[in-house]
Every structure is written in structure tokens, then in C-alpha cells.
């Protein structure tokens, strides 16, 4: 049984959690300055309270960061600010030179991570990407639950560079669609386009149709997870534009995180800008 | 019976000729500065040989411009310096603010053109869209061919707008993806992308395969292609970065244009700049 910190219980984090306390683990999570929502989360998944980081970090042995991309440093040199000496592990969609500095401060006790696909509720759908000297350790954390975990051996931020490459697409694809609706509504091609992607692009109206919808709560966090995207791109001395033009698509949708029933139209009408009258 | 000059036989220009031909037209070419595999598909199209521009303008009712985008235009000024006094119809990948230079010099002479898909050589594969107040000119010459036409009534520039739109998304995610396998070589997960795309992105993977081989003899005139996507994004007030990124992906393999035997290895080489040694 080995003692693990959750920071946080997001529905992804509080999944793994949960996937951690199963297989016989204790998942500590710190309440302060944490939401009602997360807490029920937390409950939910049989974590267990405490008050505040000082108290919990003395008794564990793990540290696992599930957060949005941009807090990743900070809650690494939170932690590293403590008398904590066990294996920190970042499982968040960051670059590699990002996730370099939070390695530069924890040294062989890093463990790079990187995870694709929904949160894990369901078997075979969920991986966590590991990488770094310490990486099987947290995999054996994982042995057996419904999260599937795989080492990457080529290097100690590849567990980043996957995540990378594989929200480089789904992700930035999502983004270009909706872009190009957004021209096409522009230029009044709409309809003439809604006719020729019907008939020679299979179903992509109807993805196109699904995925305003689908991503107008989650836009606020892909933002910096596209500009993480991008720095990686640059690293390696690939063209950054994708992901920073997706960053953009993605941040004029980030205030329709709380908005309800948002469909098509009101998605285009945030991209076109038009939205300064309304909102 | 319309007689019609075609700028220039091309693979796309010359089936298009073709079908103009079997339709009981006549198409002229202007053979001077030419190539001889240009004449050979000239000559196998049924196409009308001139040898100067001067020749053949003063022949025709008509002037269809198919071209790679940064030529057209200039060749649309070409066209207007001569007594030419028909109607200019421009068929290439041009951003609308490129089309709306050549309309200023035509006026209501001129007819924006965009064409999706591949060479007319089989039926419902190979679209026309046309816009201007002479768009069912063009349209009735094309009538029961092979070459679908379709007259959009939203603008006299939503013809040039539609092609944006369309190649926006085929030759932007191909961009993309060759981008994204690019990058896994870079950061040595390319193995673990294949499993992960084969796992959870269906056909992905394979697709990513042909798109390396399938694109590099037509990267070179790709590159032009997605700068006037950019400059259509730009026009909207949208993110102009995709396809910016898009066209430096193609702009790098553009010295593929003659080379035989391309696979994926080789692409992925010129895409990370390693090919200064060998090339």
C-alpha cells in the first residue's frame, strides 16, 4: 500500500485517484482553497481529506499532479519548497521543456506523465504515459485498475512528448474545424459548404456540428494546453502556428465554460468576435 | 459553340479543356514558353494550339485561368492589357482579397472560380464553384460534363471563399499530421504514437503514412495554396497560423517535387531540416 497526494481532484485526477484507492492505496487530497464540487468529487472517489498541504505531505510517499497545463511549475515548486522525498510524478499536458524545469527541481525522483484519452471510469480506454528512472514505480501504482499505463524507455520527458503529439491532433483538428466554420460563416459559404463536405468529407459536418458543443466548457483549459503544444513544435524546430492559431480559437470560447446549451451558431458568433455586444 | 483560351494545360486545366471540347467547344492553348509535357497533354485533351497570346486573344469569348495561385494574378493582368473583352474566369486557390484584385480590373467581366477535387476525368468527383454576375456563363459551357458546377448567389467572391474553405481542411490536416509525425520522430515516440493512433484514432496512423508520399510531388505549389488560406483566416479576423504552419510543413518538402520513390522516412527527413547534408 503506498500513500499518494492528489493535487487535484479535477474529473481526471479524482478518476485516477479513485483507480489508486481501489487497487488498495490511499489517496490523500487537500480541501483548502478547493471547490464544493471538488469536494463531492473527492467523496465520491473515497479520497481522503486533509487540511492542508503541510499536514498531508508528511505522510506520503507519492506525489501525483493532475492540473491544468499552466499551474504544472507552480505546483511543482510547491511541493519542492517542503520536506517531501519521495517520487513526484507530473501527469500533465505539457511540453518536454516545460516539464524540463519541474525535473531540473526533483531530479531522479521525476516521473514525466502524460495522459490520453477521458477520464477513467470504463477499462481500455484511458492511458498514462510514464517516463524517467522512477516511471515503473507508478505504473505498478496502476497494475491491474482501469487505467492502462506504458513506460517509455527513450528518454525522460517522452511521457510529455506523447501527450504532445497525440492532443496535437485531436485537439488541433477540433480547432481547425471549427476555424473554418467560423470562415465559412464569414464569407456566406456556409450552406455550399455544409453540401461538399457531405458529400466528399464523409461525416465531417456532422463532426464539425458536435464539436462547438463538445468543447465549450473544456476551451478555457485547451487555450494553454495548445500554447504548450506549440512550444513543443518549436523544440523542435517545427512550425509552431498550428497550435498557437488553435490557442486562439480556443480562448475566444473560453467564457462559454459556464454558459448552458450552447450550440453551433453561438460558438461561431465567439469566433467572429461578435459576441462584445452581448456578453 | 464558345470559343474559350485555357491558361494553362495543366493536369487540372487541361481535363477541364477536355471536357470544354467534347461539349462542342473550342479551347486554345498558347504554346510559347511552354513545356513539351504541357504540349503532350494539350494534344491529348483535343486542345486548340496558338502561339502567342496576341493569336489567340483575339479568338475568343472566353479566358479560364488555372494556374498555381501565385501566378494568377498576374496573368490576369495580362490578360486585361490586350483588347480582350469577353469574360475572365479565374479557377485557381486565391484567397477572396486576391480574387477581388483581378475583379477590379475586370469589373462584371469577371467570373471567381474555385474547383474541388481531383482532375475531370470521371463523373461526381470534380466540382466547379462559380460567383459573379457571368458565374451561369461558365456554368453552361460545363453543362452535362464531367465538371459539376455550381453558382453560389452570396457574393461575387464566395466561389474563391468555398475552395478556401475546402482546401483549408484537406491540405490543413494533412499539414498537420505530417507536422505531428514529424514531431514524434523528434522527440523519439513515433512507435508509441503508431500504437496509441492504432489504438484510439482508427485509420490514422495508415492515412499519416500516404500523406508523406501522397503530397510531395505537389507540396511546391501547396505552399502558395495555404498562404492564401492564411490571408482568407486573416480577412475574417481568424487565426491566420494554421495554415502559416501548413505552408512552411510544404514549403520544406518542396524539393520533392522530382523525387522518385518518397516514403515517410524521407519526408519526415526534410520536414526536421536534416536534409542540408545530403541534398
Known amino acids: 500500500m503506498t500513500r499518494v497526494l492528489l493535487l487535484h481532484p479535477g474529473a481526471m485526477g479524482s478518476s485516477l485517484g479513485h483507480n489508486l484507492v481501489e487497487n488498495g492505496h490511499e489517496v490523500f487530497w487537500i480541501s483548502e482553497g478547493r471547490s464544493e ?9 473515497s479520497l481522503t481529506r486533509t487540511g492542508c498541504l503541510a499536514d ?6 507519492v506525489v501525483l499532479s ?8 507552480q505546483v511543482g515548486c510547491t511541493i519542492a519548497e517542503t520536506d517531501f522525498s519521495g517520487t513526484y510524478c507530473d501527469a500533465n499536458a505539457i511540453a518536454p521543456a516545460t516539464s524540463q524545469r519541474i525535473l531540473d527541481v526533483f531530479g531522479d525522483r521525476y516521473v514525466d506523465g502524460g495522459i490520453v484519452g477521458p477520464p477513467a471510469h470504463v477499462h481500455g480506454h484511458t492511458r498514462l504515459y510514464l517516463s524517467g528512472s ?12 482501469r487505467v492502462q499505463t506504458e513506460v517509455l524507455v527513450n528518454g525522460p520527458l517522452t511521457a510529455s512528448a506523447m501527450k504532445m503529439c497525440y492532443a496535437a491532433y485531436t485537439k488541433g483538428t477540433a480547432a481547425l474545424i471549427l476555424g473554418i466554420r467560423a470562415l465559412a ?16 468529407q464523409n461525416t465531417l459536418w456532422d463532426r464539425s456540428e458536435r464539436m462547438g458543443p463538445g468543447t465549450s466548457r473544456k476551451a478555457w483549459r485547451f ?12 523544440g ?13 480559437i480556443y480562448s475566444r470560447m473560453a467564457s462559454l465554460k459556464y454558459k448552458e446549451d450552447v450550440d453551433t451558431t453561438l460558438v461561431l458568433h465567439y469566433l467572429l468576435a461578435r459576441n462584445d455586444t452581448d456578453s
Chains 1, 2 share one sequence.
Open 66 to 73: 493532475v492540473c491544468p497545463p499552466e499551474n504544472a511549475i
Open 236 to 248: 523542435a524546430d517545427l512550425p509552431s502556428g498550428f497550435h498557437e492559431a488553435a490557442a486562439e
Open 134 to 145: 522512477n516511471a515503473q514505480q507508478i505504473s505498478d501504482l496502476f497494475r491491474s485498475t
Open 223 to 234: 487555450a494553454p494546453e495548445m500554447r504548450e503544444i506549440a512550444k513543443t513544435f518549436n
Open 37 to 45: 464540487t471538488t469536494e463531492a468529487r473527492a467523496t465520491q472517489a
Open 185 to 200: 460563416e464569414h464569407y456566406g459559404v456556409s450552406s455550399a459548404l455544409q453540401a461538399e463536405w457531405s458529400q466528399s
Open 56 to 61: 498531508a505531505i508528511t505522510q506520503v510517499e
